[in-house]
């Protein structure tokens, strides 16, 4: 039995390839998916294929269709969804994401570090579970197929 | 017909006031809900219904419960959802509230200052319409039962 | 026993004033809802609440976040959806919103002229009924009550 | 990962096919579904089966039994639908087949001139991503898999 | 608390006066529902509002337009369902209703004398109780509500 | 593309080895299944798992048990169902299975001889297609793979 | 605003009352629903209305049909589901009926005694809240009315 | 056509292991999906992942996370739920776990000895069927291949 964990959160650090090559090196039968990680290509993907926009806004709606399109023919595709909450940025996609897992029944593991548990509290409750590193979401994915 | 509209978002300023009174005044037929407004009540909940907790993770866990709890029940009783983003905070809440709204095919109306608009674009996309001001909000409301 | 019936279709002829002149005449217990029947408002709206746009386009798109949000609510309030199609006009909110009913359970009845039955043989399929004028419509409203 | 499209709208141009030939350029790897193309087949096909009707309409209503078996059958395995308005005739098929890709949650492609921007505007609205030109189609395909 | 109860089944003898008498005896809170029962009627209603039809396949045709969407509307409201087969006739129907109340999650209660325990074995397991005259059904409805 | 379609109906006749036989000459990419075939094994098999019964209708009670496990094990795995109504018997279970297909949106095609017409006309408006013989019904089924 | 709360779990204390009497103390617009708490009338309930069974195990069977009506029709009326359990018996209704709640996305509050948690600790992760006391649930259903 | 079967219930038996070899045997196309049955292992599990928690009770709503995770996502696979009620503990999990299968559709069987039949009448009744031995639940699977 193979699982698709879709990776959610934030996109300036490298750990979606951390997840990937630890469960790698564990034979772990799961199929990766997530956003766009390039940063700005994600930010002008909308102008790229719909052509100059206005202005920053409209840039950035034009942006959102595309993003949205991908996220949610992906996520459709997840047997689970990890959300990794970083040190930095507002995060509302990954706040967003997260909640539409457990609204669409996807099993939620939430990584995020200690000083995130208040501002988190209510997300948390809502997860699966909450771990703070990757190692422990790995953990959990190895749990699943003992 | 009456709706009911939850108001989900910040509680540190009095939007929600605002926008009963000038649906009041208006005599638009809403009877509106929403989280605990009371911040220190809503951190406590926990600990004063279930006592003491080990520390304050734990403590944000047993308050989550009840606040949860409390969203879920008014939430799925309302016909239209309005997220407030504010100034300050993570606001983890309000992103995963407005989006749950998206996922329970609840109509949602974002009301975000211009400056968030970048972190906002993916939950402004899915929302049905994204305002600046309480006003906005009221006309939409009104255009409603027209 | 009272239903609540959503009038869909074009806005350029009374035929709702006349259903519900008919109903009340009937003494059908039916409470009528439908879309802004003032078609300058309804193509302004967005402007209105959200200030000029760009061009056409952008006016358009703000518009139909208003009039989504409106014909969302209230078509979920509905036991019922009757669209007629009128003379004139492409009418693709009519299709949308008659196609949107059976999607999401909502029985349907469509009113058009015999010269459009090849145009709407498919979505005529997927109707519960289909009829040519308003009087066949208030008979089938009639018959639910007997 | 492979995904499953359909291709719902006009079938007197040949636009299924110049995306049919640069997704398989491009090694996209999706799956192409969609209606009967053959729009004589399609309008015989009720009578193919049942034996002649009693008059066009009854003929358009047999047509329509097996063309909205075939759609329903093959939209419920796709991941995402595309639906291209063209220039002329009513395409009340292709709005009614947009709204229900919607409606099931289907992500939505719509592929339309500038020209129908007014006529089309709450269907956009509700599509993910509008465009005008299949290349623009194709590019968001290929985002998904980059 | 007062419930909806659906009346499913053959029209041809007074069992729904029965039932309606003696729940307004007991008092029970109950508004019963259920589909035309003037037979005549019922087969006419589609040559009535569409004007005479080819032939009786046709008119047959008519007719189940007006008949299902009045049972779909009325079933919708039903928080119950009893189902009562007759002695008589295929009664498809009833069986159709019953089978489709299971399929809408409402609960059902089958009517059925002794020597039809045959032939619908697969359907009473599905129902959530069977009973073999309307007294045994009164005392069910009463159940609920002591 | 390959579909399930689930046979529904009658088991007297060998129609379903004719469909088989029918669609693997024309190569149609189909995976059959359906109900217990073995009229007795399916009356007895109650009693051959659990023990004999009290008497009659508890036999026929422990049969439906692992008929009805059966049924909707394979019905839920078919992306289509063709029901067929025989010429005796009250068959009752052939219009559960219909009606729970219809109810659980698995697209349905009917085949019943023309007599039946009358006490079918309601089944027969749901179902995507009606049509008269095992032959008319492979038509169909070409179609879709057109 | 009313709230319906089903009130599961043992009936061989007055918990129910004790929470009831509190809650019409704090003057809570809450309906309370439940199960049958005469536990003889709910092991009977099954031969009264069908008549002598032939074994016990029949005679559970048939009184189920009659339970289970019962408590599907109020508990798809209850917005919050409380399940008490308590010192004595296999109480494996409270848990089916607990978790049939989160199943159907019901809120859920747990109340057992701190000795049960190790036993109940998955469905304790599954209800919204878990308690000890009826004092504490009072005091959460309090909470939602703030 | 492969089915993929949940085996929830008691741990401390090896009847998962039985079924396992006696389908192996009659080569059933099934792969069997259960829970951690090292009992140990699914009560540390919380504290293996997240570190000591505060008590006994933190310590089990800890595991409680990751046994759900695992359950959820294994159960979601089912195409059939089989559950063993044992002859000690609580075994609220297993009445969960049926519970939750019946609530999501996935037809139940449950295999409990005779002495559990009152206890279990009301979940045993909403079970496809209900046997005593590994051996009627494997003829019941037989069946549906056969």
Tied chains: 1, 2, 3, 4, 5, 6, 7, 8.
């Excluded at 630890?22 to 990766?32: G, H, S, T, V, Y």
Aim: hydrophobic share 45%; glycine share 4%; proline share 3%.
């Amino acid at each position: 039995m193979r699982l698709t964990v879709y990776l959610a959160g934030e996109i300036h650090t490298n750990w979606r390839n951390e997840i990937k090559e630890k469960a790698a090196a564990l034979e772990l039968p799961i199929d990766f998916v997530g956003p766009m990680e390039d940063h700005d290509r994600s930010d002008n993907i909308g102008e790229e294929i719909l052509g100059e926009q206005p202005n920053a806004i409209f840039k950035d709606a034009a942006a959102s269709n595309f993003n949205n399109l991908r996220t949610e023919i992906l996520m459709k595709k997840a047997d689970l969804v990890i959300a990794l909450f970083g040190e930095q940025y507002k995060q509302w996609n990954t706040a967003m994401d997260a909640s539409a897992a457990v609204a669409f029944d996807k099993p939620l593991i939430l990584i995020r570090q200690e000083a995130h548990h208040h501002a988190l509290k209510e997300l948390s409750r809502k997860a699966h579970a909450t771990v703070e590193t990757v190692d422990q979401a790995i953990q959990a994915l190895t749990y699943i197929f003992e």
